[in-house]
């Protein structure tokens, strides 16, 4: 058996599978020790330390000295930045063109001040918008008490329950506004700056999430037997781990294509409708398949997480689309396959029923074995295909409505790939099905009749009201029932105000300057060589437990103000290592938090922190590191920089 099936107390909303024993149960309501359910993550971490403390030394005694090529790009980069300061610029000029508009700015001319021009604009930029640094304005108890209060409210946000029955929107909201509040009397008592809440919050993830909710919702609610049942039972499958599987390989593409926070909030509530319909009694393992092979798979392509969009744009040098895909496909690749031995391993019992170890599970998959519970669950399974309805089978085929989905949809992956804004075209397409199922809902659908009933069921005609004249009147139009009033309400906007509460939280932390100090402290000697062997290793580890603290967008926006000169190398090992960190912890990512916040909404609560860690800790560790070697071996980006010269040197 599984080392962490048993672990898992029954909380799914349905039952036990019908083919499964007593044995079976009391299996899985069995609670395990603590090293059994923890053991693999403790190891893990052991590892990842001994790894590094063997390879830097305990002390980082061991930290290679920069050699030539690293002096003389450090130099370069000392030098172009005092060229840049010493540049005289027009002030006018930049708010004229806007101070955060860098539209062009790679792409100048000569005439226009070529590189020089574009490193001056990109400092700008980067110091006065992408990272301002006020640290130095924070006393020491400023510092301190803004750190204690994130990390009060990081463990709320980590462990809801338990702690008062508040919910993470509640939490996070609440944590927003004691932080805003405790930064004015900081203000008023000179321990701190003046604190923009408004600026920290960045909006277009909100934009994003409001536009999917809408089109997710539609495509839902506007036929029965339309597009998205139909999604829902490409997914299907009577065997549990080919289930599974279809799972982790549409999560895995689909966060390449189209981001990964969208293929979360499209598909949770399938996965869930998935469990309900085979009365699994661990979903665990399916929200698992989702949401940890949607991190990873949106490593794969610039487009993939928001992480990825922001390092593109505030990299020195151009990375194209084609090159990030290269440098990615090795490492993401061995990730995935380690991710997925690992849930069929730590799942087994509930993927592999009535199998007996690893390796029958293994003769399972190739060999196309089968135990007595799963024949049981596939007989199951058509047993119910075959007692359809005549209705469900008609509702199989492909209705004007749905291929007016499937039209609609198609428009806006066009419009995502083509590279116009996501967050506007995912509102558009929410507004445009949300016009186009209110037309439906009153000119095609068929009219709900009111009709009265007597004592004995017999139906009752309708009343007729007259006047003080004895003249009839004429019953008024029924008032329509709009949008507003049904389909809308069930946009989850609590969860817009968990992310809004949680980039304020963020936002206050990372003006401390605590993050930043705690990676110059922890990279020592590797700060000028951190994608070089054997630092990289140490480096990734850092950036992974940065990314689940500090969140994931905020370090590249730290690590681009830092190292303003990069390589195109250095941001392909950022990249890979602050997505990758997103499978670590619940809240090391939104696509976990959006997986955990939809199918508690529908009353599925297994995917908790307590529950994904066992899991999430040694899987991130293992496909972290194997994805580091490998892209530290094979990549195509170079490891210097081409407008900085660097390149022309070697």
């Known amino acids: ?66 050699n030539g090529r690293q002096l003389a790009a450090k130099s370069v980069r000392e030098e172009r930045t005092q060229a840049v300061l010493d540049m005289e610029w027009d002030h006018e000029a930049d708010l004229k063109r806007g101070l955060s508009n860098m539209s062009g700015a790679r792409r100048l001319s000569d005439s226009e001040g070529g590189v020089m021009e574009y490193t001056r604009r990109r400092h700008r930029y980067l110091g006065e918008y992408v990272h301002v640094d006020v640290s130095d304005q924070f ?22 329950n338990w702690f ?32 923009d809440a408004a600026k920290v919050i960045i909006l277009e993830p909100l934009f994003l999430l409001f536009g999917l909710m809408l089109t997710t919702i539609y495509l839902e609610k506007m036929e029965r037997g339309g597009l ?43 996965v869930v409708d998935l469990c309900v319909r085979h009365k699994v009694a661990n979903s665990l393992p399916y929200l698992l398949s989702l949401a940890t092979t949607a991190n990873t798979g949106s490593a794969l392509t610039m487009t993939g997480n928001p992480q990825n969009i922001l390092i593109v744009s505030l990299a020195y040098d151009d990375i194209s689309w084609t090159e990030f895909l290269s440098n990615m496909v090795l490492p993401v690749a061995a990730a995935s396959v380690i991710n997925a031995v690992m849930l069929f391993i730590y799942y087994s019992g509930e993927l592999f029923p ?62 995502f790939a083509v590279g116009l804004d996501v967050c506007v075209t995912s509102i558009c397409a929410g507004a445009v099905l949300m016009v186009l199922a209110a037309w439906k809902r009153q000119h095609y659908d068929p009219k709900p009749e009111v009709v009265d009933y007597d004592a004995e069921g017999n139906a009752l005609p309708p009343k007729k009201m007259y006047d003080m004249d004895g003249n009839e009147i004429e019953p008024e139009e029924e008032e329509l029932v709009t949008e507003s009033e049904t389909t809308l309400t069930e946009v989850d906007y609590g969860l817009l105000m968990l992310f809004i509460g949680q980039f304020i939280l963020i936002g206050s932390f990372d003006d401390t300057g605590v993050p930043q100090a705690f990676f110059s402290l922890a990279m020592g000697g590797c700060a000028e060589q951190m994608t070089a062997v054997p630092c990289v290793y140490w480096f990734v580890l850092v950036i992974t437990i940065l990314s689940n603290v500090a969140s994931n967008v905020p370090v590249v926006q730290m690590l681009a103000a830092t190292f303003p000169y990069a390589s195109p190398y250095d941001w392909m090992q950022v990249s890979f290592s602050a997505t990758i960190a997103g499978n670590l912890t619940m809240l090391g990512s939104a696509a976990n938090m959006i997986v955990a916040f939809q199918a508690a909404k529908v009353g599925d609560r297994t995917f908790t922190s307590e529950r994904h860690a066992p899991f999430g800790i040694p899987s991130t560790i293992l496909s972290l590191y194997a994805g580091t070697f490998l892209l530290s071996m094979v990549h195509f980006s170079p490891e210097c920089s081409i407008k900085l010269g660097e390149c022309d040197e070697e």
């Open 354 to 415: 009535g199998s007996g170890g690893f390796l029958e599970c293994f003769g399972i998959v190739f060999s196309g074995n089968r135990t007595p519970e799963m024949l049981a669950q596939e007989h199951a399974y058509h047993a119910r295909n075959v007692a359809k309805s005549d209705d469900d089978m008609q509702s199989n085929g492909w209705s004007i409505w749905s291929k007016i989905q499937i039209v609609i949809i198609t428009i806006f992956l066009v419009c």
């Open 164 to 195: 008062l029955p508040i919910g993470r929107p509640g939490i996070a909201l609440g944590g927003g506004l004691c932080m805003v509040v405790f930064r004015y009397i900081l203000l008023l008592t000179g321990q701190g700056p003046a604190f």
């Open 1 to 66: 058996m599984s080392p962490l099936y048993a672990a898992e107390d029954v909380e799914c909303r349905a039952a036990a599978p019908e083919s499964g024993t007593d044995e079976t149960t009391r299996q899985s309501s069995s609670k395990p020790s603590f090293l059994r359910k923890w053991g693999p993550a403790l190891f893990a971490i052991a590892g990842v330390l001994a790894v590094n403390a063997a390879l830097l030394g305990p002390t980082g005694s061991k930290i290679p000295s920069l």
């Open 139 to 160: 006393s020491l108890f400023g510092k301190i008490s803004i750190s204690l209060i994130y990390f009060a409210f990081w463990v709320f946000l980590m462990f809801p």
């Open 228 to 270: 998205f049942d139909k999604l829902r039972d490409s997914l299907d499958d009577p065997v549990n781990w080919k289930r599974s599987a279809k799972i982790m390989a549409m999560s895995t593409i689909g966060s390449a294509a189209v981001m990964n926070d969208s293929v979360v909030l499209i598909f949770s509530g399938v």
